[in-house]
């Protein structure tokens, strides 16, 4: 599927505004409802939109503390790299896992309540994995911005 101007306007709004009534956002692209809505399905039947969802706050939820981790695995295989990526998908505390290239396999962003829960999720959760060789953490002291939306050109 192509993208026209329209359609990448209604992508731009609705990762801003996921809840925003078709009427209004029809009436800022200066579209019917009926025709706005029908790109919406588009985009979505398309797998442009994928899901809508409310973005939390961590804070809030005192999960305070962001890690990112560097893993190795034992053996860089299929095998161990299924399982990783299973086990990895099925921990809450795992925001994102990525494939990388260079010394490590695997980039693992991890949020917690403090460092001593970050601990035991270590030794607990990943230490338990007999496909991982190692692991190496860099602790975030601040962030600055954390962005939600992609660029749509």
Do not use: W
Not at 57 to 70: C, E, G, H, Q, R
Not at 88 to 101: A, D, H, N, Y
Not at 112 to 119: F, R
């Amino acid at each position: 599927m192509k993208l026209d101007s329209k359609d990448k306007q209604i992508l731009s709004i609705l990762q801003e505004e996921g809840r925003l009534p078709v009427a209004e956002l029809a009436n800022r692209l200066n579209l019917s409802d009926t025709p706005c809505l029908r790109r919406i399905k588009k985009l979505e039947q398309a797998g442009f939109i994928q899901g809508y969802s409310a973005r939390l706050d961590p804070k809030s939820l005192a999960l305070d503390v962001i890690v990112y981790a560097f893993v190795r695995l034992t053996e860089n295989s299929a095998v161990y790299g299924e399982q990783f990526e299973q086990e990895m998908s099925r921990l809450p505390q795992v925001q994102e896992c990525s494939v990388i290239t260079g010394a490590h396999d695997y980039l693992l962003k991890i949020v917690a309540h403090d460092l001593l829960e970050y601990a035991g999720f270590v030794k607990h959760s990943l230490g338990g994995l007999k496909c991982i060789a190692s692991i190496e953490s860099t602790v975030v002291l601040k962030q600055t911005f954390s962005r939600h939306q992609l660029p749509v050109v």
